[in-house]
């Protein structure tokens, strides 16, 4: 059987257990012959700042047409306020379910309790909230961001096993307030706290963007030109990075060591030309299993409350076989 059929059969099996199970009805989505139900998923992405961001903008696109779901699609273009009207207006619109990917950490309570109010049931999606009480939303499914920070360190420490030391690390963090950023920050810390070899002398934020890891790279090489790694958010801000390295002559990959998190196919290019050493991997490919968690809600059956992606580690001394593939791409 092909990898592609088993969601298909699964959203085929679910809807059987719903035409058993769905009785009275009438609202959101139903149309007057209930077997002919179509659910209406209301998704808030964040904006499309980055390579990860338009795989998963994609990918939730994929999912959800293969899945026979109706998206409501909103991009809130980098801004919060712009996430909580879309999420009032899927409310306002009676959709089945809300999932959003949420730009920040905080913030989010008030349009959570009107979501709550008028039953509909939230999927947090990519990144983690922090709220007041723990119900205001049904399932979260997303990466670990403090699990990626720490594979970031401990690639660092065992690199840099046989050098004596001190090792001067140069961080492009991501959007302020983010969970990802805040994961990756800690997580990275975590690791080098015992280990007094390392020092962050510099942490500068870049927003995701490549554009962005150009102008930190820049205020890098002038603040503190003398450092042996970069670790970057996540690949687009490293590749901006790049080009200001070279840009000043100096060899990424060499005479910088760079670690950076998502592993999209431009970092994995950057990884096999030697320019980009150490990728953790951050995946955006959870539309699939999206798709199986709105059924499952709607449908009253049992669901998993969280979800989390696998967090593998690529390295320059990785056979190119066996780097991951993308969608439209293989290495
Ligand atoms: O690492 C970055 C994107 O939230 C995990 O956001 C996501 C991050 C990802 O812009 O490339």
């Given at each position: ?10 959203f ?92 920040v950490e905080?913030?989010?309570d ?9 039953n ?29 920070g ?148 709607v ?22 076989s ?10």
């Amino acid at each position: 059987m092909s990898k592609a059929s088993i969601p298909i059969l699964l959203f085929i099996s679910l809807s059987l257990v719903l035409s058993a199970c769905a009785g009275g009805g009438g609202s959101g989505g139903y149309s007057d012959n209930e077997d002919e139900r179509i659910i209406v998923l209301g998704f808030s992405q964040l904006g499309d700042e980055s390579e990860w961001r338009t795989a998963s903008t994609n990918d939730i696109k994929r999912a959800a047409a293969s899945a026979g779901v109706q998206l409501m699609f909103d991009n809130a273009q980098q801004q919060q306020f712009n996430q909580i009207k879309a999420i009032r207006s899927f409310i306002l619109k009676g959709v089945d379910v809300i999932a959003f990917c949420p730009i920040v950490e905080e913030g989010w309570d008030n349009v959570l309790e009107e979501a709550r109010a008028a039953n509909i049931p939230v999927i947090v999606v990519d990144r983690e909230i922090k709220t007041e009480r723990d119900d205001l939303y049904t399932a979260f499914i997303g990466s670990d961001f403090h699990r990626e920070g720490v594979k970031a360190g401990e690639w660092m420490v065992e690199r840099f096993a046989d050098v004596e030391g001190p090792v001067r690390i140069a961080e492009i963090s991501g959007t302020p307030d983010s969970s990802p950023t805040i994961g990756r920050y800690y997580g990275l810390r975590e690791v080098l706290a015992d280990n007094e070899k390392f020092e962050i002398v510099i942490s500068v934020s870049g927003d995701f963007m490549r554009s962005k890891g150009r102008e930190c790279m820049e205020q890098i090489l002038l603040e503190t030109p003398d450092i042996d790694i970069l670790f970057a958010h996540n690949d687009d801000m490293a590749l901006g990075a790049i080009e200001i390295m070279e840009e000043h002559g100096i060899i990424p990959g060499q005479d910088i060591v760079i670690v950076s998190v998502d592993a999209q196919p431009s970092g994995i290019e950057a990884l096999i030309q030697g320019k980009i050493n150490c990728l953790i991997e951050c995946s955006p490919y959870v539309g699939d299993d999206l798709m199986a968690l709105v059924f499952k809600i709607v449908y009253g059956l049992p669901f998993p409350e969280n979800t989390f992606t696998e967090t593998r580690v690529f390295t320059d001394q990785d056979d190119i076989s066996t780097l991951p593939t993308r969608p439209g791409y293989r290495p």
